[in-house]
């Protein structure tokens, strides 16, 4: 299946549904937003994704679920990319927490997990310093999900907010998943460094 | 050693015992026609004729018609063969004079008490014969039938700093990779890859211990002086386009952290010569200058064609996993890979025709359980060389399963090319995320795979996203292969499987394949 027919292929739903048409991604944007061992750089993404508001766009991406999955995901993972020097407050930190609240905590299928690992990747990245982000992450370290549990662990870690040192500790007596406890352990060393 | 075979063979014939005319093994003999046709007349005795002249013993040579035949040369005298020397001698590469048939002179010499031919080696005193290439001992030869079974005999450049890449005939392994050692003294040190007439592909593995410096090629330049490949400046001014210089080098390459690999041939239009690759060797600090670290060297070296490609699978631990309906709601690993049919069929099946589309059959396939690195189940892929590492089989590719791969989008990740030939280096492998499979198939899942095998056997995207400063994207450097997305090196999960003449070519040269 091509770009081009994926883009078809949205046009079409949505028409056949009488919706708003949705963000339909271009086929540069399918491909900019589909590469298998790449992740897209900030050039790239402003070269190919509509403008002149990048991270509008690619936030429309990331929540529309008519858009494929994969797509979504990818843009997720993207906003990070146009934050400036600080991203506090700033539009691509705003998606992000966006995208983090529109996974419903009752939602546990694999995609509604894949698309909360990508929101909590992307908060880590974007690295605000608040300490509303550190509150937001902490509570996913008891998720059932050993995945979500080990992203929220080096999160915390790329946020660099020592606040998150209490929290691990604690999800860290309790841990069983070995896979977890060594990316606490990972994280807490880390953040022993941030001040 | 050679002298038993032969007095071995005649043992067997005065045991076996002696009766007159068109004489069977081990009969008396006096001349060729006193034995059966099938048997050769060797020191009075009927026995085997030879295939190859060590089956007669040292000092032998085998001809035509499978007679062995005992030299003549005396120390001193010229040879152009191991089996032109009396027992006792070797024929040995003189120095840098070469003959009027454009080969390294040689002549007989006393043998030493090195190691026999086919043996790994440093220098020539290592050999019994005198002689090491590609880091064997080999003895000179003027055809395949002067060389023991399992090799040939085929031009070979002398790289030592005398010789300077001269060709001489030695005998190699007739098919297979050589593996061998390049030494190396300094940071930035010049190095001569030598590259036998029956080689299909060379490629040499950089690699450095300090894990925060780059390690690669500084330039590369054919026997024939065409220069195929120089490292791309650094950052990108009026006089600098890294992108550009990138994508024009012939051979494709870029120095990286910790270990690289330069493989020969990119395409078609720049074709693998007999002779010594000159190139230099250099590791660097992150941002471009000069490193310390001293580069480990490890060359490869394919002989013959081969179409197998062997797949060893490892699994991280996918227990529990939020993609699970993918498989079953089951367990994922080594033992249940071998018998479900979404595996079995659906992947390994699309693989299977996959490549065949390049002209390569699938061949053994193996199944691993990684139980005890808990840290790596769900893999960022900065430490994906950690992960490699533990692929420790040289023949094929290991294909390492994963629960999670970030950053989140990435499918798969891997050396491009990957150290054919050899295990148990951070580049050994391509990683696989099994989360990929929570919104697409399995068979999109073999597509995915395919395509990141093909890169490690050395083709490169048929087009990438990025842009020249006309606008133009880049593309590889293989002519035939065009933009399409129906390729299977297209860089998008939503690309084809097809593959051109060219990028068959290059693929099925590839040190992976048996």
């Given at each position: 299946m091509t770009g081009k027919t994926v883009a078809i292929i949205f046009v079409i739903c949505a028409t056949a549904r009488g919706e708003t048409p949705p963000p339909t991604p271009t086929e540069l944007e399918i491909h900019t937003l589909s590469a298998i061992d790449s992740v897209p750089t900030k050039d790239e993404l402003a070269t190919y994704v509509q403008g002149p508001d990048f991270v509008a766009r690619l936030e429309a991406l990331a929540l529309d679920s008519t858009v494929d999955f994969g797509i979504q995901l990818r843009a997720i993972r993207a906003l990070p990319s146009f934050c400036a020097a600080q991203c506090k407050d700033t539009p691509p930190h705003i998606a992000v927490l966006a995208v983090i609240a529109s996974v419903p905590s009752t939602d546990h299928s694999g995609r509604a997990l894949?698309?909360?690992?990508?929101?909590?990747?992307?908060?880590?990245?974007?690295?605000?310093?608040?300490?509303?982000?550190?509150?937001?992450?902490?509570?996913?370290?008891?998720?059932?999900?050993?995945?979500?549990?080990?992203?929220?662990?080096?999160?915390?870690?790329?946020?660099?907010?020592?606040?998150?040192?209490?929290?691990?500790?604690?999800?860290?007596?309790?841990?069983?998943?070995?896979?977890?406890?060594?990316?606490?352990?990972?994280?807490?060393?880390?953040?022993?460094?941030?001040? | 050693m050679r002298y038993r075979t032969l007095s071995s063979l005649i043992l067997i014939a005065l045991v076996a015992g002696c009766p007159g005319g068109g004489g069977g093994v081990g009969d008396t003999c006096k001349s060729q026609s006193d034995c059966d046709s099938s048997l050769q007349c060797a020191a009075g005795t009927c026995v085997p004729k030879c295939a190859r002249a060590p089956e007669c013993g040292d000092g032998y040579s085998c001809d035509d018609d499978g007679i062995c035949h005992l030299a003549v040369g005396q120390s001193g005298d010229a040879c152009t063969s191991e089996v032109d020397c009396a027992p006792g001698l070797s024929c040995r590469i003189d120095g840098a004079a070469v003959g009027d048939s454009g080969f390294l002179l040689a002549s007989c010499t006393a043998q030493n008490t090195g190691r026999p031919p086919g043996s790994t080696c440093d220098i020539d005193m290592d050999c019994r014969n005198g002689t090491c290439a590609l880091g064997h001992c080999t003895d000179l030869c003027d055809n395949t039938r002067d060389c023991g079974n399992g090799n040939s005999c085929m031009e070979i450049p002398r790289v030592d700093p005398i010789a300077n890449g001269a060709l001489f005939n030695g005998c190699l392994p007739s098919?297979?990779?050589?593996?061998?050692?390049?030494?190396?003294?300094?940071?930035?040190?010049?190095?001569?890859?030598?590259?036998?007439?029956?080689?299909?592909s060379a490629s040499l593995v950089f690699a450095v211990d300090d894990l925060a410096q780059q390690v690669g090629a500084q330039s590369l330049v054919s026997p024939g002086g065409q220069t195929l490949y120089t490292r791309p400046c650094e950052v990108a001014d009026s006089t600098c386009d890294p992108a550009r210089d990138f994508y024009s080098n012939l051979v494709r390459h870029q120095p990286e952290l910790g270990q690289s690999v330069l493989s020969i041939p990119s395409t078609p239009s720049a074709q693998l010569e007999t002779g010594a690759y000159r190139l230099m060797a250099a590791s660097y600090r992150p941002n471009g200058t000069p490193g310390s670290a001293i580069p480990h060297v490890t060359a490869v070296v394919r002989i013959d064609a081969a179409v197998i490609l062997d797949l060893h699978f490892y699994f991280l631990d996918l227990d529990d996993h939020p993609c699970a309906s993918a498989f079953g709601d089951a367990r994922l690993d080594a033992s249940a890979a071998q018998t479900k049919t979404f595996f079995q069929n659906d992947f390994i099946g699309y693989l299977r025709t996959i490549f065949a589309h390049g002209g390569i059959a699938l061949?053994?396939?193996?199944?691993?359980?990684?139980?005890?690195?808990?840290?790596?189940?769900?893999?960022?892929?900065?430490?994906?060389?950690?992960?490699?590492?533990?692929?420790?089989?040289?023949?094929?590719?290991?294909?390492?399963?994963?629960?999670?791969?970030?950053?989140?989008?990435?499918?798969?990740?891997?050396?491009?090319?990957?150290?054919?030939?050899?295990?148990?280096?951070?580049?050994?492998?391509?990683?696989?995320?099994?989360?990929?499979?929570?919104?697409?198939?399995?068979?999109?899942?073999?597509?995915?795979?395919?395509?990141?095998?093909?890169?490690?056997?050395?083709?490169?995207?048929?087009?990438?996203?990025?842009?020249?400063?006309n606008n133009v994207h880049w593309r590889d450097q293989i002519a035939d292969s065009d933009d399409s997305e129906n390729n299977l090196m297209f860089f998008s999960e939503f690309g084809g499987i097809d593959l051109s003449n060219g990028q068959r070519e290059i693929m099925t040269r590839s040190g992976v394949l048996r």
């Open positions: 894949l698309r909360l690992r990508a929101g909590i990747e992307a908060l880590g990245i974007v690295k605000s310093g608040k300490l509303e982000d550190v509150n937001l992450l902490v509570p996913f370290l008891d998720n059932a999900s050993r995945d979500i549990r080990a992203a929220t662990a080096r999160a915390l870690r790329d946020m660099c907010n020592t606040t998150a040192i209490v929290p691990l500790r604690a999800r860290y007596q309790h841990e069983m998943s070995a896979q977890v406890r060594l990316a606490i352990s990972a994280a807490l060393r880390d953040l022993d460094q941030c001040n | 098919q297979g990779n050589i593996t061998w050692s390049i030494p190396v003294s300094g940071p930035s040190w010049p190095i001569l890859l030598p590259v036998p007439s029956a080689a299909h061949g053994s396939i193996d199944y691993t359980d990684v139980v005890d690195h808990p840290d790596l189940d769900g893999l960022d892929v900065v430490d994906a060389g950690s992960l490699l590492a533990l692929g420790k089989s040289a023949v094929g590719v290991n294909v390492f399963f994963v629960r999670t791969l970030s950053p989140v989008g990435l499918q798969a990740f891997g050396p491009n090319p990957g150290p054919a030939g050899i295990g148990g280096t951070r580049q050994s492998g391509i990683v696989i995320g099994i989360d990929t499979l929570c919104y697409r198939s399995w068979t999109q899942l073999a597509r995915v795979t395919a395509h990141e095998l093909a890169r490690y056997m050395g083709l490169h995207h048929n087009v990438e996203l990025a842009t020249d400063s």
